[in-house]
């Protein structure tokens, strides 16, 4: 079965510093990798996703993520942080066992961007 | 374009009752799917459908079930709710049922048993 792994419960970065929040994953066959984003009281925002090709893939808000087959991670990064930022991030993994496309996702990351 | 619309926004049931969740795709998307999260956690996948057909069913008791209509709008059901079915359920809606659709969600119905 699919998982996936968030191994911070909250990330601290100061505005304008550059942030990661990881995410590892385990996965039977080739890994459809995604991150969404969800403000309070909010559904999930997509931001980006890996299918196949190059290894750092660009999305949404200047955010990107860095595919690493061997150690088995997808960790999303910003070059520079905003204090609107600040929200909980999901990593998810595509259920390879069926055509469809449900997702199995972490447990979450909040990220605290301070002034 | 409207996004995806859930109703309602917030309900509170009493244990043992029934729920009906209801949820319009953004248009021309034929593809939705449940999903479950409870406060503090990552939402956990129920259902799946796409062109009226369940596609994928998660590990969740026979209480729950779900329909999609015509208009590929759907319906989740709850019956015999009990006080862990008290979570935010989200609706999600895609062009495609296949895996490179990103899921499109909606706001979510926050229901609380009691």
């Known amino acids: 079965a699919q998982s996936v792994a968030q191994p911070e419960d909250q990330v601290n970065v100061a505005e304008g510093n550059p942030l990661t929040v990881k995410c590892t994953y385990s996965?039977?066959?080739?890994?459809?990798l995604f991150w969404y984003v969800q403000y309070p009281n909010r559904g999930l925002q997509f931001l980006l996703k890996y299918i196949t090709g190059d290894n750092l893939v660009k999305g949404s808000y200047g955010f990107e993520a860095e595919f690493n087959k061997s150690q088995t991670s997808f960790h999303l990064k910003k070059p520079s942080a905003l204090v609107s930022d600040s929200a909980l991030y999901f990593c998810?993994?595509?259920?390879?066992?069926?055509?469809?496309?449900?997702?199995?996702f972490g447990g979450g990351t909040r990220l605290m961007v301070k002034p | 374009d409207a996004g995806v619309t859930q109703s309602p926004t917030h309900l509170i049931k009493t244990r043992g009752q029934h729920v009906t969740l209801r949820c319009s795709p953004i248009s021309g998307h034929k593809s939705v799917s449940w999903y479950q999260q409870v406060l503090g956690q990552g939402p956990q996948f129920i259902f799946q459908y796409y062109e009226k057909e369940e596609r994928g069913r998660g590990n969740f008791p026979d209480r729950f079930s779900a329909r999609q209509f015509p208009n590929y709008s759907s319906e989740l059901n709850v019956n015999a709710l009990l006080l862990g079915d008290s979570a935010l359920y989200l609706c999600?809606?895609?062009?495609?049922?296949?895996?490179?659709?990103?899921?499109?969600f909606g706001n979510g119905t926050r229901l609380t048993v009691t």
């Open positions: 998810a993994v595509r259920d390879n066992r069926g055509a469809g496309n449900m997702l199995t």
């Open positions: 996965v039977s066959g080739n890994p459809y």
């Open positions: 999600a809606s895609s062009p495609a049922g296949g895996p490179n659709s990103p899921l499109h």
